[in-house]
């Protein structure tokens, strides 16, 4: 079976839970033998093509766009990017098609172009759902086009989509997972982690990780990032060697103003709160992320809503305590008070006192730590989750769903 994957989010391009899943997809795939992977993802350099193993990876020009585009470029780079594809279907003769997160990371006119040109070819089409559908318009393009199944990354989602009109004979649940060959309970690196931020020994980190910026929009109130800072600054007063380390996504180059702007403001709530001098905000690369988990002491993400929450799965998988919300799919990774805690939203009195609990009680710490282990390696593997989705791939492109 040949398999078009199309992802208008690039690992090359920025840092995320969409470009955490493409790449491990295409570490997956590039070793299969019972099926060919071609994937495009965008560049804002000229076009190229790589090869790994199994799976061509087309960089498009094509997909990515820039900030100030106009309307009338848009159509053009659309209509180049279906030549793009309607030439991939023809060349490594394509069975099935999935577009991520098509609703709201391009423009209309990709995912109408996309549908005609499955619809000429005879091929089936998913879209992969990574985000809710929150716009009058990402409903319609959700709902209205024909997409043969609808993949969603957590019930949550599935139940946002079935809420909001989509047929429920299309719509099924596709966890996400972690490759824990890279995420996992030996990487301790926390002397390590220390040096390289200049910490002593006996500081003990909160870390977050976290976009800060949706597309244009600020999401620091949305990620639970302001609360988070106020809980961390009632707790200082007691525990001053407790450090908060803030490890934001790297944005689209297309995007940097309104990053940059976002980033002077969680610069500004830091200060506010008279943190400055225990906070640390980082970027940090993929590949450097477990090391970061590792060498952390709680992890936390008080999100308002979150679609699934992979840094919660990635989080447990290197062996740390969590603390999320109950919001989203976040309860369908943590289980309150099995393997982490789940609070209410926006309430950083609990939220500090329950960073509190784990930092002091290693029981319950070291009972989280083995529970979101197990909870990793039974349910949320990349190489569970990739091969149970490629079975519902090849069922859909045989018609048996």
């Not at 989602?157 to 079935?162: K, L, M, S, T």
């Amino acid at each position: 079976m040949n398999i078009l994957f199309i992802s208008p989010n690039s690992p090359l391009e920025s840092v995320g839970g969409v470009e955490r899943y493409v790449v491990n997809l295409i570490d997956y795939c590039k070793n299969q033998s019972h099926f060919k992977i071609i994937v495009v993802l965008p560049t804002y350099k000229d076009s190229y093509i790589e090869e790994t193993g199994n799976v061509v990876t087309y960089y498009d020009e094509n997909i990515a766009l820039s900030k100030n585009i106009s309307g009338k470029e848009i159509l053009e780079k659309a209509r180049l990017f279906s030549k793009t594809i309607e030439n991939i279907i023809i060349e490594h003769k394509i069975d099935i098609i999935c577009a991520e997160n098509f609703h709201v990371g391009l423009p209309p006119a990709y995912s109408l172009l996309l549908n005609m040109l499955a619809g000429l070819h005879k091929i089936p089409l998913i879209l992969r759902l990574h985000s809710f559908a929150v716009t009058d318009l990402q409903v319609e393009l959700v709902n209205r086009l024909m997409w043969n199944k609808i993949s969603c990354v957590s019930k949550s989602v599935a139940g946002d989509c079935f809420r909001k009109g989509a047929d429920i004979n299309l719509l099924s649940t596709d966890y996400l997972g972690v490759n824990i060959n890279e995420f996992n309970k030996n990487i301790k690196t926390q002397h390590q982690l220390r040096g390289n931020l200049n910490l002593l020994p006996e500081n003990k980190i909160v870390l977050t990780a976290t976009r800060i910026i949706h597309g244009k929009r600020n999401i620091l109130q949305e990620k639970g990032i302001i609360n988070l800072i106020q809980a961390f600054s009632k707790l200082l007063p007691r525990y001053p060697e407790f450090r908060l380390l803030i490890a934001v996504g790297k944005p689209p180059d297309n995007l940097k103003a309104e990053f940059d702007r976002t980033y002077e403001m969680l610069l500004g709530y830091i200060k506010l709160h008279n943190i400055e001098a225990k906070t640390i905000v980082k970027m940090f690369k993929l590949d450097e992320m477990p090391e970061v988990y590792g060498g952390s002491d709680v992890f936390a993400l008080p999100s308002e809503n979150e679609t699934f929450g992979q840094v919660f799965a990635e989080a447990m998988a290197c062996g740390l305590p969590v603390i999320g919300t109950k919001v989203g799919g976040i309860p369908e990774i943590i289980s309150d008070s099995y393997n982490g805690y789940l609070i209410p939203p926006n309430d950083s009195s609990i939220l500090a006192q329950m960073i509190e609990k784990l930092m002091n009680d290693r029981s319950t710490r070291n009972r989280f730590i083995k529970a979101g282990i197990k909870t990793v390696e039974d349910k949320f593997t990349s190489e569970k989750q990739l091969f149970n989705f490629m079975k519902t791939l090849e069922e859909t492109a045989s018609g048996q769903v």
